[in-house]
């Protein structure tokens, strides 16, 4: 503890050794004593920190539903006041450094405040489905088994996997009526008499209820998420992950091994050359098992047979297919294998290039991380985390028919990324590009003296789970999705709103690791120490790679984050919210609006045309066609120079498009709101003024919040300037002139005009034909497709048919079009490639959509022309190659090239 | 590209034979060991090592008949399904010695012997992957459908035929062109595809005896009794087969087809010149179709033709073997998902990943051509053509090649 206090004395960008701070030895040490970050605690011995604070489920009302309020201007200083506080948090303790303000004890008493009463919000259960049963005293179930639940509640429980919980394994045939429809099997009971049970305290709780006179009341909870793991929690973990999960994972039959085949270690080695296996014990391991067969494959195939080294076997294990991956390095072999049914042949060569890039990322090489000394725990959550990530919680739930939901065909192969307006990116770009220049002159003039903790590389940010920006390199930002994805990150900042997360450690870079290899190089890079930070902050996750040496101060010995630059990024995301992106993506991604697809598919046969001009003739789509024209309006003046972007026919009104209308009441909303805005700003000022009549040294906390960074500097003046004058109107104005060209404020009424989506199309033809498209740049590791979620925003059993049949056939065309890549990436190949399959660069298949589906979607049988659409993928190989997969019905014949180029309009 | 088959007996670990094709090594017999024995040792650990890929290739083990091993080893860009080649290369060795003796490996020195004779066939069966064996005189392009020519005199060919089995006291027989079937008697169908398969291959592997009697073991219909191949060559490239029982004698056999094909000399001269066209004369085709593979699913049967048009231009950068070898990749790659009752069977504990349903067309653009298949009903047309028409039109074209094979009357399969 005492070590990392030093440490950040020094956390500011100014070095220790300069006049004013040792002049204001006490304030400053007296600030970092009272502004101990919350994660502070958290942090490992070697310095890496997972701190997560999920928000509390019930908070998070669907921004979906309601009318975007918040982007009206009230709303918007409220934000405003947000801001400042957090940012102040940074900016504020250099400026009370320089100027010797008076401590922030108040402040962080509150922030403690805060604390506590989040915490109490966590504790609180997040709505979960609970069923209550009160079961009548009087009742005794006949048991055979002379048990006593059977006998008082006329049900048999069996313990869950977690060795715990409780479930309902059986109904007594004289007790099912009670429980049935509402309790069926497999459903927790959580609580008797409102006592939370589990398998440890049944017998007493038991006691207790035979001695009770009342009828006892039963508590059950649906497992929704049974079958998944709580991320949040092992991501949280210093430990090896428990035997529960262990266990499970075994019985998925996911097994990691790292056999070492040189002499000299398999000798000195325990266990034959093994270094490392997961789960464990070893016997109990399949790999290990038979890892002979595997070894002598890797060394038999190129010496003997002549081919390359294995890359997969599929293997039958206790009828289980299981998809064996091979990953040579040097003279050791790693093996990972992956079940089937959720990681097939495609996933699991896709999934383990992103583990192997996830080793070498974290470790330096693959070596390194399987001989780093007590890395066990560590390698064993991570393996952990990436098998819960890939298979347990992906698995399909019971009503999916057991089908796997998670591994689409986007997310193994690259970032998803999703197009943003220009206007919106620049936003984004903007805010990145404020935290990594790392200008703090703003605070200091003496800016050149000092020497800084860190550079910032690059970083990337994303939303959901979907890539918005990054400002990495190639190869950079392929490890960080990885990293990312495979812990598990992306998806809890899907799923649940995060309130805080922070997630520090080193990391080796790409750039660092390949000059190793070939040394002497002219234009080397510093040896330095690199280190990943990762933010949070609702659904938002932002990726720092920050580089320590070089110009920077070096890092010695365990390095734990830096609050400061922790708090930079949070301030980066806070900015974020301010300009109300949050808002703005919510209904972005709600808009299926660039490009748009038919989520519709019924529509596009002579019988949906029909159901959809009954629809369109009904009264409440007027609004809609009214607020969208005048969208298409205010885009094609912006737009006018790519005209080829067909803009989206009013008419073409969707299920998913509720924010649409959404956007057609909160027009006028904003209109009124506007008017008032002004007063709102003008008495939130004056009750600040009236307090800050003498001197801005005694600035009440009140006040100070709001000021902060270059904005704060022009409210001081503007301030000083008016001091002397009485008039508050006076002094408004003047502020109202000079502070509405603050940046911010640009930003926020940008945003407010491009709430109006427009929905853009790239196929051809009067109708929109296309359902889905997956655009791979795999050089950069980046891809476009529609929002993850839009199956669900279309809800239509046809557009599920479409879309899945679309993924399965991507997998195909992907893996054929891969031999053209190959081709034109090494002309001369050490192993001969089909010259006719080389050739290949289109492929498209023609599917009909099945006559029960249809009808399911209201298309009787009896008009019914078969429904036909195109799954077709495309490689485009110039400058680098890029592959375009298309799903679009075949009424309209498409041409790919042309709908690329599109689509890059849009980018 | 490379392909080798290896057989290993399971238990003693005695290999049994090994063919290859391509510009590999041969393997050694410690390698040969070494495989054997890794699906040996995992078989210990009640684990089945099914499937490896290596790059650009595949290794493959088969256990069959729980005593033979089959090693299968492709690599160098090779398009095929390794599964599909070694149950074939199963088949023909139980066509050749019957499953009893296969199952039982007794002898195991003269089973190896014994097996030397469907090596021939064991070859064609590798041919028909290489995509350099295309120029042989008889090519064989793909594994498991039974390559055929269309011709109109196929009709009166068929009641020749039926007559000739009628006399020989046999079952089915087929006339053979080139190694094409041209027509079968009328129950021949009752043969497995696979089966059938194997006897065109049988013929073709006479080496131009002009009678000759093989004892075949059908590895469907009667994998333990044997039953008598009778191939007769009627003239040049012309093969009439039948499988009857013990008799009549070959002599009488001579006899019985001189009075049974005297009269047919010029039909069949007719139906030899369908080759290398393998289409009647009467289904014209657009010139922009560059070549074409018809298959008749459900008799697996299947037509090749790049001499569509009488006037062949030459020039035009694609040789006629390659635009073949195009097709069959086409085929063999992307165009089989259309017709998923031609994938293997046997494969029951192969949970389906990617089963892909109600396709009805797919395509490749290459820079060099197009490719189309389209399937309607029982027929699947694979076609190729220059890479100038428009994908529109393609279809177009598919669709009325499809449609004049169904009305055309000198088509019978």
Known sequence: MNNYKSKVSYDSPCDSDNDWTNSSDDSKYSDSESSVPEWDSDVGEDGELVYIKIKNDNETTDYTKTPLLENCETFKLRNNFKRSSTRRSTKGRIFKVLKSHKSKTTESSTRKGDDGASNVNRNMLPDEKLIIVQVSKSMIFSSEKNCQIEKLFGLSLETHADGKTLTVAEFLTEARAIYTPKVQKGYYLQKINGIEVNSYNINNILQRVVEDHNSPRLTFQVPTESHKVDLERLLKSKTAPENSLTHLLKESLCSVL?????????????????????????????????????????????????????????????????????????????????????????????AIADVVRLLEFLYGSIKSS?????????????????????????????????????????????????????????????????????????????IENFQRLYTVIGSCLYYSGHLLSSHLQDEDLKEINAYLRLNGILKLSTEKELEKLVVWREVFINEHRKQNKNEGNEFRISDGRWFLLTVGKGHFVLSTLMEAGGCTEDAVGVTPPSPFYVEECESCLELLYDVGLNKYLVSWFNSNSQPQVETSPEYLTKYGRKIRDINSLKPDSTLKTSTLKISKQTDKRRHNSTEQINVGSSTSDMNSMNSLTNYGSHHSLYAQTYSTAPKYRHSSLDVSYSEDSNSLKSNSEVSEERIQGRRADREQRNRRDSSGSDSDWDRLDRSRASGSL???????????????????????????????????????????????????????????????????????????????????????????????????????????????????????????????????????????????????????????????????YLE | MSVVVIAVATESGVPIFS????????????????????????????????????????????????????????????????ELLLSCVHDAMVFCIGKKELETLKNIDQIKRDLRQCYPILDYLLESLDPNALSSPLPTLVLDLIQSILCPQAQQLQQALDNYAESVTGRWACLIIHGHLVATSSDFYELDPREARLMLLLASAQDGAPLRDTPVYLPQMSPNVAFRAVTCKLLADVYILVVCGATPALSQIDEIV???????????????????????????????????????????????????????????????????????????????????ELKLKDGNHKEVNDEIGNMCETYWCSEYHKCHAQRSGNILCCALYASTVQLHTIRLITSQILQDLSTNKDVYW
């Open chain 1, 370 to 446: 399987f001989t780093k000394p007590n890395n066990v725990d560590k390698l064993d959550s991570l393996f952990a985390r990436v098998f819960v990530t890939l298979v347990i919680n992906s698995r399909g739930n019971k009503e999916d028919g057991g089908r796997s939901v998670e591994l689409y065909f986007e997310d193994m192969l690259a970032a998803h990324s999703v197009t943003l307006p220009l206007e919106v990116k620049v936003q984004v770009d903007d805010a990145i590009t404020e935290l990594e220049a790392a200008d703090y002159r703003e605070w200091t003039d003496d």
């Open chain 1, 742 to 904: 603050d940046m911010s404020d640009i930003r926020k009424s940008l945003l407010n005009e491009i709430n109006h989506v427009t929905a853009k199309r790239i196929t051809a033809g009067e109708e929109n034909v296309l359902f889905h498209f997956v655009h791979l740049e795999s050089e950069r590791g980046v891809l476009i497709a529609p929002v993850k979620n839009i199956e669900v925003l279309a809800n239509n059993v046809l557009y599920s048919y479409i879309v899945k049949t679309f993924r399965s056939a991507c997998k195909q065309i992907h893996e054929l079009l891969q031999h053209s890549i190959r081709f034109k990436k090494n002309h001369a190949p050490s192993n001969p490639l089909n010259k006719i399959l080389v050739a290949v660069k289109e492929h498209g298949m023609l599917f009909q959509a099945p006559v029960d589906i249809l009808s399911q979607c209201g298309v009787s049988k009896k008009n019914c022309e078969p429904y036909l659409f195109w799954v077709v993928g495309r490689v485009f190989s110039e400058p680098e190659p890029r592959e375009l997969y298309l799903c679009y019905h075949e009424s309209v014949p498409q041409d790919l090239t042309e709908v690329a180029y599109l689509l890059s």
């Open chain 1, 258 to 350: 790292y056999i070492c085949c040189n002499d000299i270690e398999y000798n000195s080695n325990d266990d034959k050359g093994v270094l490392y296996c997961y789960p464990r014990p070893f016997n109990q391991n399949f790999l290990y098992n038979t890892r002979g067969a595997y070894v002598t494959l890797n060394h038999l195939a190129p010496k003997s047979l002549g081919t390359s080294e294995p890359t997969t076997s599929t293997v039958l294990h206790n009828n289980t297919l299981i998809n064996v991956t091979y990953t040579s390095h040097y003279n050791d072999l790693l093996l990972i294998a992956f079940p089937n049914k959720e990681v097939d042949m495609f996933a699991a060569k896709k």
């Open chain 2, 258 to 340: 001189l009075q049974c094909w005297e009269g047919y000399a010029s039909i069949i001269k007719e139906a030899k010149l369908v080759h290398p066209r393998n289409f009647p004369m009467s289904l014209t085709f657009e010139p922009c179709v560059l070549g074409l593979l018809i298959i008749n699913i459900n008799k697996r049967r299947c037509v090749f033709s790049r001499h569509l048009h009488l006037s062949s231009q030459k020039g035009r950068g694609m040789s006629g073997a390659h635009r073949m070898d195009i097709l069959r990749t086409f085929y063999v790659t992307s165009a089989r998902d259309l017709a998923p």
């Open chain 2, 19 to 82: 063919r290859k094709r391509g510009n590999n090594e041969s393997i050694q017999f410690s390698t040969i060991a070494s495989l054997h024995g890794i699906n040996m040792f995992s078989k210990c650990h009640n684990l089945s090592m099914l499937n490896t890929q290596v790059d650009n290739g595949t290794i493959l083990w088969k256990e069959y008949c729980k005593s033979v091993t089959l090693i299968g080893i492709a690599t160098g860009g090779l398009e095929c399904d390794l």
